[in-house]
């Protein structure tokens, strides 16, 4: 019975290790940004500042926001930094329960599905944001001075950075389906008219109540789409080269 234990009991330790130093480096990477915490806050914040009325600023409605508001886009910044890090060590610690062509599939879409969210993220800051904030802006009514609270303008960005994160990682998503046997590359053409309006529908739901900023997440998720069902079926023709080679 103990001798049945002792792998796992090594399992759990090794996955201490690995959950250790993942919590260790973006402690550090925290307190190395510590002292720029306001600054990475104004970076945050100036598609919001650019969009503003001039004498309009933004506001710290409760006591200790000015605090920790930068304190947790600090957190955040730091986080994003160590993340490669700690996809690193998840990584090591299931790597050799895998077997080879697991790892020349999942590693791949690790990486592409970071890379994809960090595109979204950069999609939403540069593009999104000043026309959303832009026509925030246009349409306040003339003698109403428009000063958003940094921490609810914290939240409204984090929940957009999510939306279009996710958003682009709808490649990976198809593919993984496509790969799993779930549905297949002809039922994901025929569901092409219904993915267009549920796409509308989302952006709809998620982005604030402008058509711009609705087209502009509605159009790149139907795109991405699109080429999740191009890559999917071009990864279907080594998997079933592989199936030929195992039945043979």
């Given at each position: 019975?103990q001798?049945d234990?002792?792998?796992l009991i090594?399992?759990?330790?090794?996955l201490?290790s690995?959950l250790?130093?993942?919590?260790?480096?973006?402690v550090?990477?925290f307190?190395?940004l510590?002292?720029?915490a306001?600054d990475?806050?104004?970076?945050?914040a100036?598609?919001?500042?650019?969009?503003?009325?001039?004498?309009s600023q933004?506001?710290?409605?409760?006591?200790?926001?000015?605090?920790?508001?930068?304190?947790?886009?600090?957190?955040?910044?730091?986080?994003?930094?160590t993340?490669?890090?700690?996809?690193?060590?998840?990584?090591?610690?299931?790597a050799p329960?895998?077997y080879?062509?697991?790892?020349?599939?999942?590693?791949p879409?690790?990486v592409s599905?970071?890379?994809?969210f960090?595109?979204?993220?950069?999609f939403?800051?540069?593009l999104v944001?000043?026309?959303?904030?832009?026509f925030?802006?246009?349409?306040?009514?003339e003698?109403?001075?428009?000063?958003?609270?940094?921490?609810k303008y914290l939240?409204?960005?984090l929940?957009?950075?999510l939306?279009?994160g996710?958003?682009f990682?709808?490649?990976?998503?198809?593919m993984v389906?496509?790969r799993?046997?779930?549905?297949?590359v002809?039922?994901?053409?025929?569901?092409r008219p219904?993915?267009?309006?549920?796409?509308?529908?989302?952006?709809?739901?998620?982005?604030?109540p402008?058509?711009l900023?609705?087209?502009?997440?509605?159009?790149?998720?139907?795109l991405?789409?699109?080429l999740?069902?191009?890559l999917?079926?071009?990864?279907?023709?080594p998997?079933?080269?592989?199936?030929?080679?195992a039945?043979?």
């Open positions: 019975m001798q234990l002792q792998p090594e399992h759990l330790i090794e201490r690995r250790v130093r993942a919590v260790l480096l973006m550090v990477a307190c190395l510590f002292n720029w306001g990475l806050y104004h970076l945050l100036m598609p919001m500042l650019k969009a503003m009325k001039v004498g933004m506001i710290a409605t409760d006591v200790t926001s000015s605090f920790f508001v930068p304190m947790k886009v600090a957190g955040m910044v730091a986080f994003l930094l993340l490669p890090h700690t996809l690193y060590q998840a990584w090591a610690f299931v329960g895998l080879q062509h697991e790892k020349r599939l999942i590693l879409l690790i599905s970071l890379v994809l960090l595109v979204g993220m950069a939403a800051y540069f944001f000043p026309v959303v904030f832009g925030m802006t246009g349409v306040t009514p003698g109403v001075a428009m000063m958003t609270d940094i921490d939240s409204f960005v929940g957009m950075f939306a279009f996710a958003t990682e709808t490649p990976v998503i198809v389906l496509v799993m046997g779930i549905v297949t002809a039922k994901l053409r025929e569901a219904y993915v267009i309006v549920g796409a509308f529908v989302i952006a709809a739901v998620v982005t604030p402008d058509v900023s609705q087209v502009m997440l509605a159009v790149p998720l139907w991405l789409f699109e999740g069902v191009v999917a079926a071009w990864l279907m023709v998997k079933q080269a592989e199936n030929t080679e039945s043979g």
